[in-house]
């Protein structure tokens, strides 16, 4: 009853409160691959991601659903959101001894904005983190041990169509 089957490693039968084998000294409580996917699955359904279902079969299958079964799946609208909030979970965290606000300038031309953001000091693309939020865009920028931090409003239905860093200015075009 307090059995398991065996242990994994030498094959010899183990209770299920010992944590190592008596017999080869294998880790029972070591966690297996597809425990490890799980927790990192549900890690992602935290921040936001649709539920993610995995099933070891020959291989890994992943499917992921958005809508009811048996209507199709639209995973393609969802694909790019899924992306992002990977990334950001990738990304180490950086720390700023001191952190301003940049001088910004907004054009606004028709349906299109202009955002003009001055970084001075910063290096590249790569040390700027621009972020669409439901109704704004934060930019963290990153030089040394110095950050710029930026909230700017723009209507909830808008894009941002692209991003451009040149002469310590990043340069966002955000369409209506």
Not at 104 to 127: A, F, H, Y
Request: with cysteine; charged share 40%.
């Amino acid at each position: 009853m307090f059995e398991k089957e065996k242990c994994k490693n030498c094959g010899e039968k183990v209770k299920d409160n010992w944590q190592f084998c008596p017999h080869c000294g294998k880790n029972l409580k070591e966690i297996e691959p597809f425990e490890d996917m799980e927790k990192e699955f549900k890690k992602l359904s935290r921040i936001g991601l649709p539920k993610v279902f995995t099933k070891p079969t020959r291989g890994i299958t992943i499917t992921i659903s958005t809508g009811r079964p048996g209507f199709g799946v639209k995973t393609r609208r969802i694909e790019p959101q899924m992306r992002r909030k990977v990334e950001e979970v990738k990304k180490p965290i950086r720390i700023a001894k001191l952190t301003e606000e940049p001088e910004t300038k907004v054009n606004r031309m028709g349906q299109k904005e202009i955002i003009q953001i001055k970084l001075p000091e910063v290096r590249s693309l790569d040390d700027i983190e621009v972020r669409r939020l439901e109704q704004s865009v934060e930019i963290r920028a990153f030089a040394g041990d110095k950050a710029y931090f930026k909230l700017i409003p723009i209507s909830s239905g808008a894009e941002i169509l692209r991003k451009e860093f040149k002469d310590n200015v990043l340069k966002i075009e955000v369409i209506k």
